[in-house]
């Protein structure tokens, strides 16, 4: 079974930036390394879409609507997946998970509240 954890979410003015983290944590195993992971997000009302993705090998790929603002990075010692978020915007708002790409973990954390205020 695996957990995640996100973290790091809060109320932040639009132009501002926040750090998310996710930690994930097996019974047995790590199955973090050998996962590509992507951060989602459900905005009010709206479907859960991808808006950073992280390989094994560390590429990274980003909706059109984040890229240039958003970075995301792993850390596999910590089994830790981050979310940089710069020049934040309204629309920004909701809440962020992360997952494994393709596949999920067939769970999922409670996520974490990004609300951007103009």
């Known amino acids: 079974q695996v957990q995640l954890v996100e973290s790091g979410g809060g109320l932040v003015q639009a132009g501002g930036s926040l750090r998310l983290s996710c930690t994930v944590s097996t019974v047995s195993g790590n199955i973090f390394r050998s996962s590509n992971m992507g951060w989602y997000r459900q905005a009010p009302g709206k479907q859960r879409e991808l808006v950073a993705g992280?390989?094994?090998?560390?590429?990274?790929n980003y909706a059109d609507s984040v890229k240039g603002r958003f970075t995301i990075s792993r850390d596999n010692a910590k089994n830790t997946v981050y979310l940089q978020m710069n020049s934040l915007k309204p629309e920004d708002t909701g809440v962020y998970y992360c997952?494994?790409?393709?596949?999920?973990?067939?769970?999922w954390g409670q996520g974490t509240q990004v609300t951007v205020s103009s």
């Open positions: 997952n494994r790409r393709g596949v999920d973990f067939g769970s």
């Open positions: 992280v390989s094994i090998t560390g590429g990274t």
